[in-house]
């Protein structure tokens, strides 16, 4: 199994979500110092651009440079405040799902086997 | 500001990507010994059910739950693959991609800039 793919795709997925997530801060900021742009921003942002942070920041540059400087500078800071701690977090996320959907498919299990077991006497 | 918020959701959105591509993998797995389970596994997961990585295993626990744990297993080996690389290529990623917007917005200050230079003569 070629992993290198995937480990680039999924680097591309958290940056874009840091990208969106900077947005988010910016425009609760905005919202104090600045409503209207705040507005402004939450229209442009629709999802659909924002889901490829890459090409969301080119947009943004074309139309409002001091923005995306902004965008770019949080998604920066951001990203040093998260990115270390991801490793660690995901694969205890990912043990502690697992674990619940075994817990959650025994239960069931066991529900559906009791009645019987009370047949039985 | 209060990044924990980002970092747990950061997190969930790489690990439901994992999931995500743990599925195609699986998919692709399924092509070669048995075609028909990669068909029924491709249309069961259709991409806004799997955009929530936990809700869609929950519900193909209840469907196939030897697939679920397939998934659940694959995952957890893409995780061991992947996780450790992220920090590092997410920050080189993102001064990548800001380096490169900022390039690209001098290359349109120059061209805008050049012929007025010429103007000027």
Chains 1, 2 share one sequence.
Request: aromatic share 6%.
């Amino acid at each position: 199994m070629n992993v290198k793919p995937i480990i680039h795709a999924t680097a591309s997925v958290v940056i874009s979500y840091l990208t969106y997530q900077a947005v988010r801060l910016i425009i609760q900021q905005l919202e104090e110092t600045n409503p209207p742009l705040a507005i402004w921003l939450r229209q442009f942002s629709t999802s659909d651009k924002i889901q490829d942070g890459d090409r969301y920041l080119q947009e943004l540059m074309t139309v409002n440079q001091e923005l995306a400087y902004r965008v770019m500078t949080v998604r920066q800071h951001l990203g040093e405040e998260v990115l270390d701690y991801l490793p660690e977090l995901c694969r205890t996320g990912i043990l502690q799902s697992n674990q619940q959907h075994q817990r959650q498919h025994f239960e069931k299990i066991m529900e559906l086997s009791i009645p019987e077991a009370t047949e039985d006497r």
